[in-house]
């Protein structure tokens, strides 16, 4: 076996030499006819030979540049309509407790009252809020009597007239002419700037500016009422 090996290595030994030497003479010598280029018998000892081992795979390369966005595309088709949602839970009211109804109603049947000046009736209002308003509403039969006369009726709030943004009240004028006449009446209005808590709301009778003193009737033969209503504040 070892023979036969280094037989074999010496034949390979060899064949390069004579590849190696006829490619010298042939560097060495002009160009001729391709016929002319080998010696005769050396073409197939120096024939290609057999492929290398292939090399191991390169490092990768950098990450290159971002490229440029692209243009905007065409707006795509309008896809299915999707199903039922859920419902949602109760939301909830960011508003102040004013919002909510609050009011109160304050009735007396024949009242029948012959003040002529001074507080007729009233009654105690619970007020939620520090920024709501009041609206009052006075309804009753309001009497007169004498030539030229008038009388005035007014709402208190803790025994003062409202300021803000004007008094709530109502007048009545009788001419020289018409004596002892009793006529349905009703007035209303808001007052602002009242704070939280027990409000007393009072209707009173009085005497109107540069008129004097003259007699007055309230509530005769009918029902009276005072309605009490706080109100969210007002739009600016």
């Known amino acids: 076996m070892k023979s036969s090996a280094g037989n074999f290595a010496g034949v390979f030994v060899l064949s390069l030499l004579g590849c190696l ?19 005769n018998g050396n073409e197939d000892r120096c024939s290609s ?27 795509g088709p309008l896809g299915p309509k999707g199903d039922k949602g859920d419902r949602g839970s109760p939301g909830k009211c960011s508003c102040t407790k004013a ?10 049947p ?16 619970v007020k939620n809020s520090n920024m709501s308003s009041l609206r009052v509403s006075v309804s009753s039969n309001f009497y007169v009597a004498g030539v030229s006369a008038c009388k005035r009726w007014f709402v208190t709030f803790n025994g003062v007239e409202c300021r803000d943004p ?46 004097g003193d003259t007699n007055g009737y309230t509530g005769w033969n009918s029902a009276t009422r005072l309605f009490i209503e706080e ?4 739009q600016q």
């Open 166 to 211: 004007i008094t709530v009240e109502g007048v009545l004028w009788v001419p020289s002419t018409e004596t002892r006449s009793h006529r349905l009446g009703q007035f209303e209005g808001v007052c602002n700037d009242l704070r939280a808590g027990i409000i007393r709301v009072d209707f009173n009778i009085g005497n109107c500016p540069d008129f």
């Open 21 to 39: 030497h006829i490619s010298a003479q042939l560097n060495s010598v002009p160009y001729q006819n391709n016929n002319n280029m080998m010696p």
């Open 49 to 75: 030979g057999l492929n290398g081992i292939p090399g191991t795979p390169g490092i990768p390369g950098a990450h290159g540049q971002p490229g440029r966005d692209g243009s905007k595309g065409e707006i």
């Open 99 to 108: 919002s909510s109804m609050n009011w109160k109603q304050c009735s007396w």
């Open 231 to 234: 109100l969210p504040p007002p």
């Open 110 to 125: 024949n009242l029948n009252n012959g003040a002529d000046v001074g507080a007729i009736q009233g009654c105690d209002f």
